[in-house]
């Protein structure tokens, strides 16, 4: 069993940084692909990043690329998102999620049916 608390959120303007972490328990964290995923009030939950179980391949959504680097320290069992440049619209509820085939599920859609989720931590960025 993988339990995953996520923190870091808070209140920035707009062009700053903020730092989000995940803390995994369990010693399977490494047999994991960890991303992050985030909803916004009145809006679906969306893919964000996402990152293999060495730390050696990551993918972006779009809307983050360039702005956003997720990494993981495996004998730390974290995983972080360092978020630079933002925007208002990155305003949500930021979740960390674990799941071998992490990938493959999000590009179905299938967030329900990722195995372990966090429970989340806002970001709020101001104008």
Same mark, same amino acid.
């Given at each position: 069993?993988?339990?995953?608390?996520?923190?870091?959120?808070?209140?920035?303007?707009?062009?700053?940084?903020?730092?989000?972490?995940?803390?995994?328990?369990?010693?399977?964290?490494?047999?994991?692909?960890?991303?992050?995923?985030?909803?916004?009030?009145?809006?679906?939950? &969306?893919?964000? $990043? %996402?990152?293999?179980?060495?730390?050696?391949?990551?993918?972006?959504?779009?809307?983050?690329? +360039? =702005?956003?680097?997720?990494?993981?320290?495996?004998?730390?069992?974290?995983?972080?998102?360092?978020?630079?440049?933002?925007?208002? &619209?990155?305003? $949500? %509820?930021?979740?960390?999620?674990?799941?071998?085939?992490?990938?493959?599920?999000?590009?179905? +859609? =299938?967030?329900?049916?990722?195995?372990?989720?966090?429970?989340?931590?806002?970001?709020?960025?101001?104008?």
């Amino acid at each position: 069993q993988v339990q995953l608390v996520e923190s870091g959120g808070g209140l920035v303007q707009a062009g700053g940084s903020l730092r989000l972490s995940c803390a995994a328990s369990g010693r399977t964290f490494r047999s994991y692909v960890m991303g992050w995923f985030r909803q916004a009030p009145g809006k679906e939950r &969306e893919f964000v $990043a %996402a990152i293999n179980w060495s730390g050696s391949s990551a993918k972006y959504a779009d809307s983050v690329l +360039g =702005r956003f680097t997720i990494s993981r320290d495996n004998a730390k069992n974290t995983v972080a998102l360092q978020m630079n440049s933002l925007k208002p &619209e990155d305003t $949500a %509820a930021y979740y960390c999620a674990a799941d071998p085939n992490l990938l493959t599920k999000a590009a179905m +859609g =299938r967030y329900r049916s990722l195995e372990h989720w966090g429970q989340g931590t806002l970001v709020t960025v101001s104008y």
